[in-house]
């Protein structure tokens, strides 16, 4: 089956590191995603990670992979307040028609507490 | 480069009403995806157009349907609204051909059904 699930909110202090994580259900997944969505805002990707890759690192973002435990999870460091927003986890599948479709999770929101 | 508009950014309807959404997608990039946000329900993919014809469907009633132009803007018609379609309409755009495309999302159309 095809479904991606996230806890719906998540609180931190200023300074402190976050942590979102991330379950899905399909083992043929290519690439996992991380996306940022503002108020008012559409989606914005953040970062992505190949489905053979157990981490990535990009500045203050940390992304780890287990695919035995199909747990994608997204570390951000120094939260900042700016960093207040819906974040969601997606996978890309392939299908039968050789194409490729993304599937989201619910999305969690991140309070940063200043 | 130009991203992703998508218009109107608000709209209003009553039940039973019909309503047609809009999305230009970045210059160049063929694909054009459809997503429904509600809250708790993250997004659900609705379709994907790809050079004028719809490549991928996700699992939405008949009421729900789209096109795409020659130019690669994309239009959603839902028709016999419930309030239940009340929700942020996202469209994303990408050059679609590889396994991996970022998809590069617009702002959105809030649809408020009364």
């Known amino acids: 089956g095809e479904d991606v699930e996230q806890s719906l909110f998540l609180s931190v202090r200023e300074g402190d590191s976050s942590v979102i994580n991330c379950t899905y259900t399909d083992s043929s997944s290519t690439y996992l995603y991380w996306y940022k969505q503002e108020p008012g805002a559409g989606l914005q990707l953040l970062t992505y990670?190949?489905?053979?890759?157990d981490m990535k690192q990009d500045q203050r973002l940390t992304v780890l992979l287990n695919k035995k435990d199909k747990h994608l999870s997204l570390r951000i460091a120094d939260t900042q307040t700016g960093d207040s927003a819906i974040y969601f986890c997606a996978e890309s599948l392939r299908t039968t028609s050789g194409t490729y479709k993304y599937i989201f999770g619910t999305g969690t929101r991140l309070k940063v507490l200043a | 480069k130009a991203g992703v508009t998508q218009t109107p950014r608000y709209l209003i309807k009553t039940r039973g009403q019909q309503v047609t959404l809009s999305c230009s997608p970045i210059?160049?990039?063929?694909?054009v995806s459809w997503y429904q946000q509600t809250p708790g329900q993250g997004l659900q993919f609705l379709f994907e157009y790809f050079s004028e014809t719809q490549r991928n469907k996700g699992n939405f009633p008949g009421r729900f349907s789209g096109r795409q132009f020659s130019n690669s803007r994309s239009e959603m018609n839902v028709s016999t609204l419930e309030l239940g379609d009340s929700a942020l309409y996202l469209c994303?755009?990408?050059?679609?051909?590889?396994?991996?495309?970022?998809?590069?999302f617009g702002p959105g159309t809030r649809l408020t059904v009364l």
């Open positions: 994303a755009s990408s050059g679609g051909t590889y396994t991996y495309n970022e998809q590069f």
């Open positions: 990670i190949f489905s053979n890759m």
């Open positions: 210059s160049g990039h063929r694909s």
